[in-house]
């Protein structure tokens, strides 16, 4: 039996498969990825055991279009609410289902032990720690925009949360590209995405700098925010918004890259991390982002199942 694919981390991809998904999502965004349904005699089970819009649809819709069975939960739907582990679930899961998409919010290990059986995908729809399935849909909606990513300038402006984590991994892989990362002190993209994401840049020529201040900003491509409460997670601090503050993206910021688009990964909180006027404004590239999540989720899941036996996944 070939061995299943599983999206636990942006570094589960090699370069060519990275690339792979985020052409295969701008053809699916362009309607050009051909009227096959890959995922025919499929079953995709959708577990969220937090809050989603974006992402929950997307692999949702994406399944079904592709021609997979959906099965979906809530988080308070499985015997994980009763104490029934991790492990045991996946294992469980696993004889019924061909891919499960997750979001726990949790450790990357809880999604590394639903992966632990060799007959099921697991996709990580967001942990804790990464996001990388947002990654995808914003390189995709890079390509989408630039045409390509090699070369592309972009400054992140805010938490260096699950998201910037994910985008620090994959931008990182592409030859040229910047990423200047501006987050408040103490709450920075962790130094082991920073630590990967400079070994793939020795192999790319990409760079990759983190600072906690907003001088001397470069020029850039794009300017990427995403909200300050990151779905799942508290503040250590309690006066974190006025250490938040002077990241706003407003007018101003936006003045500081007069070539730049504006991405968020949404969702926004207008007059938090981004102002209604740059947001709704016409640099901003954010919902068409949003849209690509569906087209970039499609591609996830061809790639999840390309690896079945021939003859299918139907067991
Ligand atoms: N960007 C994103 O992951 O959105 P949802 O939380 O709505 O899925």
Known sequence: MAERRHLISIDDLSDDELRWIVERGVEYSRGTAGATQP????????????TSTRTRTAFSAGALRLGAGLVTYGPADLQLATGESVEDTGAVLSGMLDVLVARTAGPEAELRAYAGQKQMSVINAMSAVEHPTQALADLTTIVQHFGRVEGVRVLYVG?????????????????????????????GVEQRYLDQAAASARRSGARVE??????????????????????????????????FAPFQVNEALMAAAPDAVFMHDLPAHRGEEVTAAVLDGPRSIAFTQAENKYHSARAVLEWCVASRPSGGAGR
């Open 39 to 50: 995922l025919s005699g499929t079953v995709v089970g959708v577990l969220f055991r937090k």
């Open 159 to 187: 938490e260096g949360n699950n998201t910037a984590s994910a985008l620090t991994l994959a931008l990182s892989r592409y030859p040229g590209t910047e990423l200047h990362l501006r987050t408040p002190a103490g709450y």
């Open 210 to 243: 983190q600072r906690h201040d907003l001088s001397g900003l470069p020029p850039v491509d794009v300017v990427y925010t995403t909200r300050w409460q990151t779905t799942g997670s508290t503040k250590p601090t309690p006066h974190w918004r006025s250490e």
